[in-house]
């Protein structure tokens, strides 16, 4: 059973940071692009960032640019999610993503979520 498993995510104060992780089981990603989403009550899903498969490239929403970095670990299986100067408008569910033919969107696998929630 292919299994995305997201942790990580809490409660934090503006300005503060968290580490979100992503661990796979069941089959390797390490071939395939992995990507971060998120959706805040009331909204839709939204793109926060992707990477490819062999952490070359990456790639960021225009409003976690600076503040957000997204990084793999192909041996371990496992994406991060590195957030700084966390925003209010940043609480969400998070999910991770993996395995798509576009980097922005049409992911195949998906992961349950992590709250993070953002207090100012």
């Known amino acids: 059973q292919v299994q995305l498993v997201e942790s990580g995510g809490g409660l934090v104060q503006a300005g503060g940071s968290l580490r979100l992780s992503c661990a796979a089981s069941g089959r390797t990603f390490s071939r395939y692009a992995k990507a971060w989403f998120r959706q805040a009550p009331g909204k839709e899903r939204e793109f926060v960032a992707a990477i490819t498969w062999s952490g070359e490239s990456t790639y960021y929403a225009d409003s976690v640019k600076g503040r957000f970095t997204i990084s793999r670990d192909n041996a371990k299986n496992t994406m991060y999610l590195q957030m700084n100067s966390l925003k209010p408008e940043d609480t969400a569910v998070y999910y991770c993503?993996?395995?798509?033919?576009?980097?922005?969107?049409?992911?195949?696998?998906w992961g349950q979520g992590t709250q993070v929630t953002v207090s100012s």
């Open positions: 993503a993996a395995k798509a033919n576009s980097i922005y969107r049409d992911y195949e696998y």
